[in-house]
């Protein structure tokens, strides 16, 4: 989100079975793809038929592998992750792949989600059983290590026993398999790579990024178990009510991936379009918040026959690195993070596009900093509906006091962040550009309604 960066993309993962193949380079690369998803930490473990391995650091994904470490992972199975926690501390034992060992052989682990039932599935653990991290992810691994019967057994009991949102995928030193949980809340998509290989991943662009085949997305409550014998697909819990993400339209997802056939970047877009239909204003420019809202700023400059200009450049570096500026820098706010091209903004009525506001604190800064280049009006136009309610399945969203929506009307928003004025695209506007059914999509933070979540989402507090 082009204002709020402590919002985050929650984590990617990828796997990959591509016999004759470096599947841990395979796995990096897509991985690459997916670190707007989490720039925490990473990590890949890989399998040659007899052995896994794994090698995972706190860090962007860059700085954690090199040829070195990389030519250690050899195998034609790979499972890659990138991270940022929703639960858990950002410590490095909680970084993932997890590896882990079970009467069955090791099994590398990558989730990206998050439990509503984690304190119940840790207590059908065995007494026994030490946790060595403190994520949900650890507590879902320790359940298949416990399981009986076949890895596809204990998945199916997982999957079963689980709520909340998950996209998994999970290596054997000679298997791959892939799930995802009934209400589908994450993404995961499937692909095909050379001669009978297969990659998953939670996006498609990091299917392009590799040069694999884009096939389909996994349906909600599906496992997939790829072996020597080919795909395997077994169904749990099907006819479950779907509940893609929202904010994977909005902000988290690339806007070259795809969901169901249908481009983020055309929902983004039209997000835009019916935005200025919505909330016209008379302007000079329309600029974006960069970067997820430059294609609804394009949108809305081509419905309202205005000029789209780069009004703030972004510095991609900022909040990526572990330097804490001094507090002379620090009291500069969002100018460490965006530089103003004045030329473009200087005696201008300025429209502003961004994808969401959330606490309310990123996108004062930025009114000011356009006004200080010289826009003689700002209107901000916001690429979704308020967000009112917090997330409980997988986002580090807000609590309900943090929300600026949650306690402040529109107009006294706008008075906060110091616009000429301000429009929220409304809630039928924003299914209607995604090209799903509203009862298709997780819409939570928007409208308090969860799929699967216990009553506690009602009260004023986040669950702890």
């Not at 990959?16 to 897509?30: E, N, S, V, W």
């Not at 359940?143 to 996209?167: F, N």
């Not at 606490?359 to 901000?380: F, Y």
Request: charged fraction near 20%; hydrophobic fraction near 40%.
């Amino acid at each position: 989100m082009g204002s709020v960066p402590n919002l985050l993309g929650m984590c990617g993962v990828a796997g990959i079975y591509a016999p004759g193949h470096d599947a841990a380079r395979l796995a990096f690369f897509a991985l690459y793809a997916l670190q707007h998803r989490g720039q925490e930490s990473a990590g890949i473990a890989a399998a040659d038929g007899g052995t896994l391995r794994s090698h995972k650091e706190m860090g962007l994904l860059g700085a954690i592998f090199d040829e070195e470490n990389l030519r250690e992972l050899n195998g034609y199975i790979s499972v890659g992750h990138t991270r940022y926690s929703t639960t858990g501390s950002s410590i490095v034992v909680n970084a993932q792949p997890l590896l882990e060992q079970s009467v069955l052989g090791d099994f590398a682990f990558a989730h990206n989600g998050n439990l509503t039932n984690t304190d119940e599935l840790r207590e059908t653990l065995s007494p026994g059983v030490t946790l060595q991290a403190t994520s949900d992810s650890e507590v879902m691994a320790k359940v298949i290590v416990e399981g009986s019967g076949s890895m596809m057994d204990r998945i199916t009991s997982l999957l079963e026993r689980a709520r909340g949102a998950y996209s998994i995928a999970l290596c054997t030193k000679d298997e791959l398999y892939a799930f995802r949980d009934p209400w589908g809340v994450r993404p995961l998509c499937l692909g095909t790579y050379g001669q009978g290989g297969y990659v998953v991943a939670s996006e498609s662009c990091a299917l392009a990024t590799i040069g694999a085949n884009y096939v389909r997305e996994l349906k909600p409550g599906e496992i997939i178990r790829v072996s020597k014998d080919g795909l395997e697909s077994v169904m749990v819990r099907p006819g479950e009510k779907t509940a893609l993400c929202m904010f994977e339209y909005i902000y988290f997802a690339r806007p070259d991936s795809n969901f169901s056939g249908e481009s983020v970047y055309m929902a983004r877009y039209r997000m835009g379009r019916e935005l200025a239909r919505e909330y016209p204003v008379e302007a000079d420019v329309v600029m974006a918040v960069p970067d997820s809202a430059i294609p609804g700023a394009i949108g809305y400059a081509a419905e309202a026959q205005l000029p789209y200009v780069e009004g703030l450049i972004k510095n991609r570096y900022i909040g990526r690195t572990f330097i804490s500026p001094e507090q002379d820098m620090r009291s500069r706010g969002v100018h460490l993070k965006f530089n103003p091209v004045v030329e473009n903004l200087n005696q201008q009525r300025v429209v502003v596009v961004d994808d969401s506001i959330v606490r309310g604190t990123t996108t004062p800064r930025i009114v000011q900093l356009l006004r200080e280049a010289g826009a003689s009006e700002v209107h901000v136009r916001i690429s979704s509906p308020p967000i009112m309610h917090p997330c409980y399945l997988g986002v580090d969203m807000a609590t309900y006091d943090e929300l600026i929506a949650a306690n402040h009307t529109v107009e006294e928003i706008r008075q906060r962040i110091g616009a000429d004025s301000l429009g929220y695209l409304s809630l039928d506007g924003l299914v209607a550009s995604t090209g799903r059914k509203r009862d298709e999509m997780c819409l939570g933070c928007l409208t308090g309604t969860y799929p699967n979540v216990p009553a506690w989402h009602a009260s004023r507090a986040a669950p702890v």
